[in-house]
């Protein structure tokens, strides 16, 4: 009985600061949010604390006319859209130049991994904004590309690159991409090459060892490199502030727009909610089909 | 180049060196080696002999640095693994995690292209073939260590080999279990006739399997031979002393006498062996005696010997002798039968007789 306490108490004091986190800094704010959804805006920003009210998720799908109509306004729906679409090109851009990348590097002899590793991660030694900022020296009409395509006489007047969906793609990718080669990598390190010469033994070329073998083993690397790109790159707010300009928003600058200068803090409350509710359901729709993935091969 | 026919492998010179940090390595230092269709055919030697290096060869998985390998005939340079009639049992079993059993069996046969039906039927040949009937939908992670070892067997002979190669499979096994798999593996060489070439350093595993055996040691094979040949027979102090326990004599041939020769014992003594005739008179030699093939005696004719330590075990009885003043014992294995005369004691003076036919000449 004694033990038993003991054990009860020692797993306790191990989980307390986990706990304590989780509840603290993300539980509790969360509530706070699903709170602050539900509530009357305050005119001059905050809320109306006690006056409940479902007006900001109506907000979300519809609008009212001057006659206190509800009339449908996909605007909002459409940014929606728009993010998704780029996160999951941003995802797909990254696992195509990702996996090569990990798979390039797990072949190295061992004394170069970590050399490689280490200049994976160098872009985060520099802050995300200063990286942004980089990139619009590069896009920008009178930046580097335009101003080397036109030297080399590819082109007579500059090409818009800045503030379109390809620089914001462009941005994120560049962002995430360690993201995705990270554990992409550690599944394919760990891969046990003899499974590898066990495939070329039974008649496998090169090509069928590669998709029967070493990709199906590095399922679980390639599943979470694309969940770490593809949640950030939804919620960006960053990259699509600066290399999009104002024609090209994510959800993340609606939401900041919301409780900064909209003043309208339960819609971006609930906002973000819903954008909550989405990933859950991408997430769930993704694990569904990955745990069958394996078997089907 | 010629090839010899029945061959179902021939080397010829082959020769692989690798680069390690300390400077070239050579694995495998001109072995010509022919291994005939149908045989089980062991490569046998201590850990780092290069037998491991010959079957990646064999494989495909190293390229050679120089000689030639033939299989069946063909040329095999720059044939890449997955061209090659042979298929092999790894160590390691290297068994497809993500697969179940049934689609590990039927890897190979979907690289080649087998139509789906003809597959399934295989498969189920296969596992009962290794008798894992019905465990087709298991993952490779849900069985034992034994059953892995047959699943693996099972995916190498689906594609029906010309040759299977065996790396060390028996040794993750515990004792039981490595009996019965040996017995099991000859089993399944006699019904598929295929020819198994069989690595391991285990000498009495070589020695129960074998058709053949080839013992290597630093990239040389030393000696090829039917089992009987390799032990009762060793041409060098190596295979000697590898081979199962083997009392070695230092010598000198004294004289011949008709087909006798006399040898003078560096520890003092004589001993008399077959006359092999490739040593001249005055020349030293060295003597391989197995400690079953001596006999110990009370009195008569024989080396006088003092008998220093016995050992028990069960079936039979070790005898450490100290004959004349040869620093290392000479050890003689008595079987415990009823009726065969009482044991000797420690510290007892006996006579030591050895018979010619038991007295092999060692070439170096």
């Known amino acids: 009985m004694g ?3 003991g054990r009860l108490l020692r797993r306790s004091l191990l989980l307390g600061p986990a706990l304590f ?53 996909i605007d909002y729906l459409r940014i929606f859209a728009r ?40 872009p985060f030694w520099t802050n995300l904004l200063v990286r942004n900022y980089a990139w619009i020296l590069l896009l920008r009409d009178s930046g580097l590309i335009n101003g080397g395509l036109q030297w080399l006489g590819l082109s007579s007047e500059p090409i818009r690159l800045l503030y379109t969906p390809f620089a914001v793609g462009v941005g994120l990718t560049y962002s995430f991409l360690p993201f995705m080669i990270l554990p992409i990598y550690a599944s394919l390190e760990k891969i046990d090459l003899r499974l590898v ?26 599943a979470a490199g694309s969940i770490l790109v593809f949640i950030p790159s939804l919620g960006a707010y960053v990259t699509p502030e600066l290399l999009g300009g104002s024609r090209q928003l994510m959800i993340g600058n609606l939401i900041q727009g919301q409780f900064g200068a909209a003043r309208n803090w339960p819609f971006g409350a609930a906002l973000a909610f819903v954008l909550l509710a989405l990933v859950l359901l991408a997430m769930m729709l993704y694990a569904r089909r990955y745990r069958r993935a394996p078997g089907q091969a | 180049m010629q090839a010899t026919s029945g061959a179902a492998i021939e080397t010829q010179r082959l020769t692989k060196i690798f680069d390690g940090p300390g400077g070239e390595v ?117 069985l034992s260590g034994g059953q892995q070892q ?45 020819t198994f070439v069989f690595v391991t350093h285990d000498q009495e595993e070589a020695l129960t399997m074998s058709d053949r055996i080839a013992v290597m040691n630093e990239g040389q094979v030393l000696q090829v031979g039917s089992p009987t040949e390799i032990y009762e027979h060793p041409t060098s102090r190596f295979v000697a002393d590898f081979i199962g326990e083997t009392n070695l004599l230092s010598a ?26 490739g040593h001249q008179e005055g020349a030293a030699v060295t003597l391989a005696v197995r400690p079953e093939r001596a006999e110990l005696q009370r009195d008569g004719p024989g080396l006088p010997a003092r008998v220093e330590q016995l050992v028990y075990f069960g079936t039979d009885t070790h005898y450490r002798l100290r004959l004349g003043n040869d620093p290392t014992p000479f050890v003689v294995r008595r079987q415990n039968r009823s009726g065969a005369g009482g044991g000797f004691a420690e510290g007892e003076e006996v006579r030591l007789h050895i018979a010619p036919d038991a007295v092999r000449v060692l070439q170096d």
């Not at chain 2, 299989?71 to 179940?100: D, I, W």
């Not at chain 2, 003809?118 to 189920?124: G, L, N, P, Q, S």
């Not at chain 2, 011949?256 to 560096?266: E, N, Y």
């Open chain 2, 150 to 194: 047959r699943v693996a067997l099972a995916r190498a002979l689906a594609n029906q080999p010309k040759v299977l190669l065996l790396d060390e499979p028996l040794s993750a096994l515990d004792l039981k279990l490595r009996k019965d798999m040996q017995i099991e593996l000859k089993r399944l060489q006699n019904e598929t006739g295929i």
């Open chain 1, 3 to 5: 033990g038993g306490m």
């Open chain 1, 197 to 222: 010469e066990a495939a070329y033994d039974l008649g496998a070329s090169k090509w069928q060892a590669l998709r029967r073998i070493v990709l199906p083993l590095a399922m679980p690397g390639i």
């Open chain 2, 252 to 277: 000198r041939l004294s004289r011949r006498d008709g087909s006798r020769a006399i040898f003078d014992l560096d520890g003092g003594g004589e001993l008399q062996g077959q006359d092999d005739g």
């Open chain 1, 83 to 122: 993010s998704f679409l780029l996160a999951l090109s941003t995802t797909i851009i990254a696992l195509l130049i990702g996996l090569p990348t990990a798979f390039y590097m797990s072949l190295q002899p061992a004394r170069w991994r970590n050399l490689l590793i280490f200049l994976v991660t160098i």
């Open chain 1, 21 to 73: 986190i989780i509840g603290f800094f993300m539980l509790l704010p969360l509530f706070l949010m699903g709170y602050v959804s539900i509530l009357e805006r305050g005119m001059a920003g905050g809320v109306q604390w006690g006056q409940h009210t479902v007006e900001a998720y109506v907000r979300f799908l519809f609008e009212r006319d001057l006659m206190d109509n509800l009339v449908v306004n």
């Open chain 2, 26 to 142: 050579r694995a495998l230092d001109g072995v010509d080696l022919i291994i005939r269709e149908n045989e089980f055919f062991t490569l046998l030697g201590p850990s780092g002999c290069g037998k491991t290096t010959l079957l990646r060869l064999v494989a495909g998985f190293e390229q050679p640095t120089s000689g030639e390998l033939l299989l069946e005939g063909q040329p095999m340079a720059h044939r890449p693994p997955h061209r090659r009639p042979v298929n092999t049992v790894f160590q390691s079993y290297a068994l497809f995690p993500h697969m179940s059993v049934a689609e590990n069996v039927a890897f190979g046969l979907e690289m080649q292209r087998t139509p789906r039906q003809d597959i399934k039927a295989r498969v189920e040949r296969m596992l009962s073939l290794v008798k894992l009937s019905g465990m087709g939908e298991r993952r490779p992670a849900q």
